[in-house]
């Protein structure tokens, strides 16, 4: 039977407040803020609304608080056309929120967040056909039971899973060899491992859980993938960058998207990169989600900014 859906995400949303100063003061001093704007955002929750504005059939699964902040973040989710049956509301829970400070002459963000228990997920209450109605289900880490009980539903009916990660969750050593398609954060692979050699942890990664892809963002550097026994480095494109908020959330998004196309590895980043590239052009998290035509304009002629440590040492991998 064919999927209702391409892809059900399993984890976070957020609803922040960015400012935008002028510059970052040193610890202890102060500085005026330009502008404010309450924006929606989280990592599976963007990455999922990605998905939906690049065009796929899109389900996410989460909860949300039902104050004035949750109320932002809904009818964000609901207005971009996300299936939301299973996103549960939480009666008297404050929502996730983030307070995300900008610098204007860089775009780089310094973000302080705070998520109460009462928005824990409850694995209990997700069942196998919240999972198994889609072709490719996408997680974070977080609430670290709920995630595991999704990944298990989607391995045992052949379901690929992706997740981004960015630190350590306890009981996290159950969810990875759950997974096929690892993206993590360019600190959790050395974290997790204990090996700094970026090349080697996503090695060891790997053949530790028999994952497809272990990959890790890099920022304004690209991104580094080890797969089929090679490594590949995909530059970063270079914008105008307003704010790097959600950058890495749209990234994974695209990526779900590039797998579910078929797009071979080496364009998937590169589509990913683009995609995330362009967000950085607007404000907020999911502010400048580009349509696709726009990012493979960007992949065909646009800058790109190779690290040059990580362009040389794939030479000589």
């Not at 890790?216 to 270079?238: D, E, K």
């Not at 998937?268 to 502010?287: Q, Y």
Request: proline share 4%.
């Amino acid at each position: 039977m064919e999927a209702r859906f391409d892809i059900v995400g399993v984890g976070l949303n957020s609803t922040d407040t960015v400012l935008m100063v002028s510059r970052f003061p040193p610890h202890g001093g102060k500085t005026p803020f330009t502008k404010e704007v309450l924006s929606p955002g989280g990592q599976v929750a963007s990455a999922i609304a990605t998905c939906q504005a690049l065009g796929l059939r899109t389900k996410y699964i989460g909860s949300i608080g039902d104050d004035e902040r949750g109320r932002i973040q809904l009818e964000s989710l609901q207005s971009s056309g996300i299936d939301l049956e299973h996103l549960q509301v939480r009666r008297g829970c404050a929502n996730q929120s983030a307070y995300i400070v900008v610098d204007e002459e860089t775009g780089e963000r310094t973000i302080f967040w705070r998520r109460d228990d009462c928005l824990r997920i409850d694995p209990d209450q997700i069942d196998a056909d919240q999972i198994t109605c889609a072709r490719l289900l996408h997680i974070d880490g977080h609430d670290t039971p709920a995630v595991e009980r999704a990944a298990s539903i989607a391995r045992k009916a052949g379901i690929p899973v992706t997740v981004d990660v960015d630190t350590i969750y306890r009981g996290f050593d159950r969810v990875l060899p759950l997974v096929d398609y690892l993206v993590a954060s360019a600190e959790f692979p050395a974290r997790w491992t204990g090996e700094q050699n970026p090349f080697r942890a996503l090695e060891l990664l790997q053949a530790e859980h028999d994952m497809k892809v272990t990959a890790m963002t890099l920022g304004s550097r690209g991104a580094l993938a080890y797969a089929g026994g090679r490594f590949l480095y995909s530059p970063a494109f270079v914008v105008d960058c307003v704010d790097t908020t959600g950058a890495g959330d749209v990234f994974h998004g695209a990526f779900c998207y590039g797998l579910l196309e078929g797009y071979p590895l080496e364009e998937v980043l590169d589509f990913s990169n683009a995609m995330a590239a362009l967000n950085c052009r607007a404000l907020g998290a999911r502010g400048g989600i580009a349509p696709a035509t726009e990012a493979r304009a960007l992949m065909e002629s646009g800058e790109r900014r190779a690290s040059r440590d990580f362009s040389e040492r794939i030479a000589h991998v």
